[in-house]
C-alpha cells in the first residue's frame, strides 16, 4: 500500500508527529523535545528511499500519485504529486534539516514547548507538499499552508521586535500570494486545467505571458528575497528564534527560485526571455549591494541575514542564464546555501545561547576559549566565501560559468560584476570571523564562555559532512539533475520556436 504512495508518506508524514504531540501532555518538555528530534530523525531516514530509487538515466516524473480531489461545476481540481531532478534534492534537504534543527532548539526553545514543535512539523507539510505539488491549485493552498505557522514561529518565538517582523513577513508574503492566485485562477479559466504538465504544452500569447509572469515573478520575487523585495529578510531571520532562521534560510526561501523553474520557465518562456536581463541585472545588485550592507553589520545575525540576500542573487543568475551549467549551478546553489547559512545561524545561535547577544563587539579573542566552536565556524565561513574543495566554490563556479557562457548580450559584464561579489563576501566573512574570534585577549566574561557541547557538535557534523561531500564529489548531485535540466531546457527552447513560427504567421 505504502509503495503506491510513498511520497504522499513522506509529505504528510510530519502530521502524524502532530496528532501524537497533541495527546503529550504540555509539561512534558524533555519528552516532546526528544520525540520531536526521533521523530524527525525517521522521517529523513525514510525519506533517503527517493534518493535511492531514483532513476536520474531519464528525465521523468517519479513517485508519481493522481487522483480527483475537487470535482465540481466551476473548480476541478487534482492530488497530483510527483518528483523530479528539480525538486529531489530540495526535498531531502528540508527532511535532512529537521532533526538537525530540533536537536538545536534542545536548550534554546524554552516556552510553550509543545505548540513549537507542532508548528514546526505543520511547516514541514507545507513546504514539502509546495514542492511535490503539480496541480496549481494543490501548490497554492501548500504555498498558503506554510505561511501561517512561519508567522506564529517568528511572532511567538522570536526577540524583541518579533511582531514587527512577524506581520512584515505576512504583508509581503500575502502580497505575492494574491497576485499569483489571480494568475492562476486566469490559466484555469483559459487552459481548463490546474494540471502542470499539461499547462507546460499550452502556449499563451506573449501579452498574456507578459502579466502571467509578473503575477508569478512578483510571488517568487518575495519569497526568494530578491532586490528590491528583500527588506522583509533582516527582520525576520534576525528576530525569529535559531530554528526559524534555519528552516527560513535552509528551505523557505528555496520556494521562489524553485517556483521560477517549475513554473516561470516552462509556462512563460516568451516572457521569460523578455524580462530575463532586467531579472539578471536586480540579482546582481542584489549579490554587491547584500555583500556591501553586510559588510557593515554590528549584529552577526544580521550580518548573516543580508549575506542571504547576495547568495540567492547567485541563484537567480544561474537560473536566468539559461544554460546548463547556469541552472545546475542555481539548483545546487540552492542546497549549498541551505547547508551554509543554515550552519551560520546555528552557529551563531550557540554563543547567543551563552551570552545572550550577537553584537560583534561584544566578543574577540574567543578562539582561544573555544577552539571547536572556532573551528566549526571556520569551515562554514570558508564554505560560505567559496573556498575549492567546499560546497560554496561548485555553486558559484558553475553559475559563474554558466553565465559567461550565456547568450546574453555582455555576458561577460554580468559575469564580472557577479564576481565582484565573491571577493567582497570573502571580505565580510572573514572580517567578522577576524573580530570574533581573534583581534584580542577575551575578556573577562569571554573567558567563562564554554566550547560545544557534545549535542552541538553532533548536529553541526552532518552539515560539515555535507559541505565537503558537495565540494569533493559534486558529480553525485549533477548526475541526479542533468536530465531533469535538458528536459526543461529543451521544453524551453521549443516553445521559443514554437513563439516565432507564431508571430512569422501572424505577419502574414
Not at 508569478?216 to 527582520?235: E, G, S
Not at 545561547?353 to 563587539?361: D, Q, V
Amino acid at each position: 500500500m505504502f509503495e503506491n504512495h510513498f511520497l504522499s508518506l513522506i509529505t504528510f508524514f510530519p502530521l502524524l508527529a502532530v496528532v501524537i504531540l497533541l495527546f503529550f501532555p504540555s509539561k512534558e518538555e524533555k519528552g516532546i523535545k526528544v520525540f520531536g528530534i526521533v521523530f524527525s530523525l525517521i522521517h529523513f531516514l525514510i525519506s533517503l528511499k527517493l534518493l535511492l530509487n531514483f532513476d536520474y538515466s531519464v528525465y521523468k516524473l517519479q513517485f508519481v500519485e493522481r487522483t480527483s480531489w475537487i470535482v465540481s461545476n466551476f473548480l476541478n481540481s487534482q492530488y497530483f504529486i510527483g518528483i523530479d531532478g528539480i525538486s529531489l534534492f530540495i526535498v531531502l534537504l528540508t527532511t535532512f534539516l529537521m532533526p538537525i534543527i530540533f536537536l538545536s532548539t534542545y536548550s534554546g526553545i524554552t516556552k510553550k514547548v509543545k505548540s513549537f514543535y507542532i508548528h514546526m512539523f505543520l511547516l514541514e507539510v507545507g513546504i514539502l507538499g509546495s514542492l511535490v505539488a503539480l496541480d496549481l491549485f494543490l501548490f497554492y493552498v501548500f504555498w498558503e499552508v506554510m505561511l501561517i505557522p512561519m508567522y506564529f514561529i517568528i511572532g511567538v518565538w522570536g526577540g524583541e521586535r518579533r511582531i514587527y517582523a512577524a506581520i512584515k513577513f505576512f504583508i509581503y508574503t500575502m502580497a505575492g500570494s494574491l497576485l499569483m492566485l489571480l494568475g492562476i485562477m486566469y490559466i484555469y479559466k483559459t487552459t481548463g486545467t490546474f494540471d502542470v504538465t499539461k499547462i507546460y504544452s499550452y502556449h499563451f500569447s506573449l501579452n498574456e505571458q507578459i502579466y502571467l509572469f509578473i503575477a508569478f515573478a512578483i510571488a517568487f520575487a518575495i519569497k526568494v528575497p530578491i532586490f528590491p523585495f528583500h527588506t522583509w529578510l533582516p527582520d525576520a531571520h534576525t528576530e525569529a528564534p535559531t530554528a526559524g532562521s534555519v528552516i527560513l534560510a535552509g528551505v523557505l526561501l528555496k520556494l521562489g527560485t524553485y517556483g521560477y523553474l517549475r513554473f516561470a520557465m516552462p509556462m512563460f518562456p516568451d516572457a521569460m526571455v523578455k524580462f530575463a536581463p532586467y531579472v539578471i541585472v536586480l540579482a546582481i545588485i542584489g549579490i554587491i549591494y547584500g555583500a556591501l550592507v553586510a559588510m557593515v553589520q554590528k549584529d552577526i545575525k544580521k550580518l548573516v541575514a543580508y549575506s542571504s540576500v547576495s547568495h540567492l542573487g547567485y541563484v537567480m543568475l544561474g537560473l536566468f542564464a539559461l544554460t546548463v551549467y547556469g541552472m545546475q549551478g542555481g539548483i545546487l546553489q540552492m542546497i549549498n546555501h541551505g547547508i551554509s547559512t543554515g550552519a551560520l545561524f546555528l552557529l551563531v545561535g550557540v554563543v547567543y545561547e551563552r551570552k545572550h547577544t550577537r553584537l560583534i563587539s561584544e566578543y574577540g579573542g574567543i578562539a582561544k576559549v573555544m577552539p571547536v566552536y572556532a573551528t566549526f565556524f571556520m569551515i562554514v565561513t570558508l564554505s560560505s566565501i567559496g573556498l575549492p574543495l567546499t560546497n560554496g566554490f561548485v555553486g558559484e563556479f558553475s553559475i559563474l560559468l554558466g553565465t559567461f557562457k550565456s547568450s546574453w548580450q555582455h555576458a561577460w559584464v554580468y559575469t564580472a560584476f557577479a564576481a565582484s561579489g565573491v571577493i567582497l563576501g570573502a571580505v565580510y566573512m572573514l572580517w567578522m570571523y577576524q573580530r570574533v574570534f581573534f583581534n584580542t585577549e577575551p575578556s573577562e566574561e569571554n573567558k567563562k564562555l564554554t566550547d560545544l557541547t557534545k549535542r552541538e557538535i553532533a548536529y553541526l557534523v552532518p552539515l560539515v559532512i555535507m559541505i565537503f561531500w558537495i565540494g569533493l564529489y559534486p558529480n553525485f548531485f549533477f548526475k541526479r539533475m542533468q536530465k531533469s535540466v535538458d528536459y526543461y531546457l529543451n521544453m524551453f527552447k521549443a516553445k521559443q520556436v514554437v513563439t516565432v513560427i507564431d508571430n512569422e504567421g501572424g505577419k502574414k
